[in-house]
């Protein structure tokens, strides 16, 4: 079994999510059901399922869900286009965090590449 709080890129989705939720705070509140919880969704099932993988005794099961956490990334990167489009957040915040995804992203690719060599 994997400690999952080792892995850095767990660490650097849980910071990213609470990153989220500190970023949402300031959208209108008529999004509390539609965007806000889809963001803050997406960005909590990076590290969730991370943790989740971690715990799985085979290295095809950790990379399953090392492909559920990728997929939720894109997910995520897709709400900052979406939030700077409707003017929620700054071009440079949706930049900002588009790059802090991309590194997980990275990251979780090498590991899954890893897993299957």
């Known amino acids: 079994m994997r400690d999952f709080k080792k892995y850095e890129v767990w660490r650097l989705s849980h910071k990213l999510t609470l990153e989220v939720y500190d970023l949402t705070k300031s959208f209108p509140t008529n999004e ?3 965007i806000i919880s889809q963001m803050q969704r997406a960005a909590y099932s990076l590290p969730s399922n991370f943790s989740e993988g971690c715990g799985r ?3 095809k099961e950790f990379s399953r869900f090392i ?3 990728l997929g939720s990334a894109h997910e995520l990167e897709y709400f900052f286009i979406l939030s ?3 003017n929620y957040i700054s071009e440079e915040v949706s930049d900002e965090m588009s790059q802090k995804i991309n590194i ?9 590449k890893r897993l299957k060599a």
């Open 32 to 34: 509390k059901y539609q």
């Open 67 to 69: 492909q559920i956490c």
């Open 104 to 112: 997980i992203k990275r990251k979780l690719f090498t590991l899954d």
């Open 57 to 59: 005794k085979s290295d």
């Open 84 to 86: 700077k489009d409707l």
